[in-house]
């Protein structure tokens, strides 16, 4: 399997349920991010760990918790979220080298209903 | 801080129309600018990028130039194909320590009509 890949592509969850969305790079990256995708808003960058530590938390609630064991796996757990954290969330990896032209890849996205 | 402006959409063609999607940006010093692509059910894919002045990105028949003095990196295309609806995404990133941040546009959604 090549590329970003994200596990569940869909769930649908109450709001006391403990969910857990998992992303694996096949790319040999170093960098790996966590954005939220809302309906009429732009793309949030939530997370972003460099070889495995988090550099960026951009004033995520505490409801959301990422967990990055490697350099290739990265897990968004989730707990007692509300109704508004309904959206698509997108994993994405990049290399993580000198190099200015830094591009990142991304996972197809986990489409994710609170109830 | 840095932020992207682009156009709302949606922006509906015919086949074979011109496509312009405009672009501008505010970030300190001189980021580098892409454009991404989201298709129905996918995640965002690279479309084509540029990482200084006067730069064109060009890739499946879309361009894009980096115009630092109008702080704008619009993107077109001559010639559309149903197959190019998607929402499209630009962004930048800075120099520097924090040139894995990418700052996104809103994105805009393109339909295609044959």
């Known amino acids: 399997e090549t590329g970003v890949t994200q596990t569940p592509r869909h769930l649908v969850m109450g709001m006391t349920n403990k969910k857990s969305l998992k992303c694996e790079q096949h790319l040999g990256h170093n960098a790996m991010y966590w954005y939220k995708q809302s309906a009429k808003k732009p793309l949030e960058l939530m997370f972003v760990y460099n070889f495995k530590e988090q550099t960026e938390n951009n004033s995520v609630p505490s409801r959301f918790s990422p967990e990055c064991p490697n350099s290739s796996h990265l897990f968004l757990h989730l707990h007692t979220l509300q109704p508004e954290d309904s959206a698509l969330y997108l994993c994405?990896?990049?290399?993580?080298?000198?190099?200015?032209?830094?591009?990142?890849?991304f996972g197809p996205g986990t489409r994710l209903l609170v109830l | 801080g840095d932020s992207v402006t682009q156009m709302e959409g949606p922006v509906t063609l015919s086949e074979e129309a011109f496509l312009t999607i405009n672009c501008t940006y505010t970030a300190t010093g001189y980021p580098s600018l892409f454009w991404y692509v989201q298709y129905p059910g996918e995640g965002l894919q690279l479309l084509l990028k540029a990482t200084k002045a006067d730069d064109k990105g060009s890739n499946k028949g879309f361009e894009a130039t980096y115009r630092k003095e109008t702080t704008s990196f619009h993107l077109e295309k001559g010639s559309v194909q149903v197959s190019d609806s998607a929402v499209y995404f630009c962004a930048l990133s800075p120099l520097g320590a924090a040139g894995n941040k990418l700052t996104f546009g809103g994105g805009t959604r393109v339909l295609v009509k044959p």
């Open positions: 994405a990896s990049s290399p993580l080298t000198a190099s200015i032209q830094e591009t990142q890849y």
